[in-house]
């Protein structure tokens, strides 16, 4: 009885080490051998998991924008004045064509984009801003602000850089609670002591400066002393800190799209700047950002 049951035994495990050996070789035909017509691969090599696709829709229906002033078109219409339909971002004159515009049409984007940019908003009010972004359920929301955090009445009083990450990451968070499928277009904070040094060509433009903007960078905006040389040189390179922690943070997240420093690199002239304060975008500077946003939004892929 013992003797014929171990040859049993011995004939089922034979079958089933035959059975082990039929199908490894299938499995190895599949993955590496020849499909019928010859090629490599065979029914394995067809069932490969596709490349996977940019998440990125470059014709989203719908613009909410946050951030400060510039977002706001202050003093592009009138002297220390918000004028909002002159916006880079949902703007609806013709001589500027909008971001919203250019991606919408005139009519739609009437309905179809929000502005909650608040003139001399910081980073840290930034999270408030997109939590009513939010609400919109915009598939884009823009975003550029930064430069009140730099400009402060001192060089002291900057925002720290930490802490400007941390409303940043924040403000993204808000967002995805509520509008987790939103597109987000960063634009980089503008080279402040660029227009410093465009502006100061201007007397009238620096007669306005007295009345204290961005006196970090602008105060006496004709002093070349050693110690005025060193607060601007502080500025540039905390604007240039904000703009990295605006890449850092934006390449987390799959659906933000950075400018990769287009608005800081863009060399604003006279011409694209307010003809009351020579420091915002007038007309013809909120026509180039929106060209930039466009240009950004619209690309088959990020800027290198």
Not at 19 to 33: F, H, R
Not at 140 to 164: E, K, Q, S, Y
Not at 248 to 266: E, I, L, M
Request: charged residues 25%; glycine residues 8%.
């Amino acid at each position: 009885m013992a003797k014929g049951v171990s040859r049993r035994r011995a004939r089922r495990a034979a079958t089933a080490l035959a059975a082990a050996a039929a199908v490894g070789a299938t499995v190895l035909t599949g993955c590496g051998g020849l499909a019928d017509d010859g090629s490599p691969g065979g029914a394995g090599h067809s069932r490969r998991s596709p490349s996977p696709t940019s998440v990125w829709d470059t014709g989203p229906s719908s613009v909410a924008a946050v951030g400060d002033s510039i977002t706001r078109g202050f003093d592009a219409c009138s002297v220390l004045a918000d004028c909002p339909e002159v916006s880079w971002a949902t703007g609806t004159d013709d001589a500027v064509r909008s971001l919203a515009v250019r991606l919408l049409g005139p009519s739609k984007a009437a309905s179809h984009s929000w502005n909650h940019a608040v003139s001399g908003a910081r980073m840290a009010q930034l999270p408030e801003q997109m939590a009513l972004a939010a609400k919109e359920r915009p598939e884009l929301v823009t975003v550029m602000i930064g430069a009140n955090d730099a400009c402060r009445d001192t060089v002291d009083l900057m925002t720290p850089v930490a802490d400007f990450r941390a409303s940043f990451e924040t403000s993204l968070r808000q967002l995805r609670a509520k509008a987790p499928g939103a597109q987000v277009y960063v634009s980089s904070v503008p080279d402040l002591k660029r227009l410093w040094s465009t502006g100061r060509e201007n007397p009238l433009g620096k007669e306005i400066w007295k009345l204290g903007i961005c006196r970090s960078m602008l105060a006496d905006a004709d002093d070349m002393s050693a110690a005025a040389v060193a607060r601007r040189d502080a500025v540039q390179e905390r604007v240039v800190a904000y703009n990295g922690v605006l890449k850092d943070v934006c390449a987390t997240d799959a659906r933000c799209r950075y400018d990769g420093g287009a608005v800081f690199d863009y060399r604003f002239t006279g011409e694209q700047l307010s003809r009351w304060d020579w420091f915002h975008p007038g007309l013809d500077g909120q026509a180039r950002l929106a060209e930039i946003a466009y240009r950004t939004v619209t690309a088959a892929g990020p800027p290198a």
